[in-house]
């Protein structure tokens, strides 16, 4: 699995709906505070996508009071609507606000990959997209261990962003 966003790119302009019914633009959200951006299949998605999503959520449930004390801000990010993310929400009791990616916009502009099932599309494994102020990507997690996620992306934000290597000179 691939996605076109990566370290060190600006994090696209794109507004989704939230639970708490505000459209937010993802890029001006970010500049609040670094973010974690968890895109991520599980409200409606069938068989082994939904347990990787669910996995996911549970880690970032679990890890939410590190993340609030190390001043990042979580999001978590699905194809459903925002009805369908309400009612995942709250029987999930989530810390964190829920974005609908419904028409699929930002997943489309990130190369996050989907799969459908019948006629729902969602993330097909979850992906984790950590940025800081600047609005910069710092890190992007593909297929990472639900039990890593945490300190994963408090080390992603909270280490320098490595130089670029000059190819000219090779350093």
Known sequence: ????IAAG?????????ATDRFLLNLRSQVTKQPSLLVFFGAPTLQGAGRRRGLKAVEALVAGHGRLHEAGIAVYGVSCDSEEQQTAFAEEHELPFLLLSDE???AVEMLGIETVASGANVNVERP???AADIDGVVRAV??????DMLVDGVIRALSEPIPA????????
């Open 1 to 4: 699995m691939t996605a076109t």
């Open 127 to 129: 992906v984790a997209i």
């Open 164 to 171: 670029a290597e000059d190819a000219s000179t090779g350093s």
């Open 141 to 146: 997690l593909i297929g990472f261990e639900p």
């Open 9 to 17: 790119d600006a994090l696209p302009s794109v507004g989704l709906r």
């Open 103 to 105: 028409r699929r916009s």
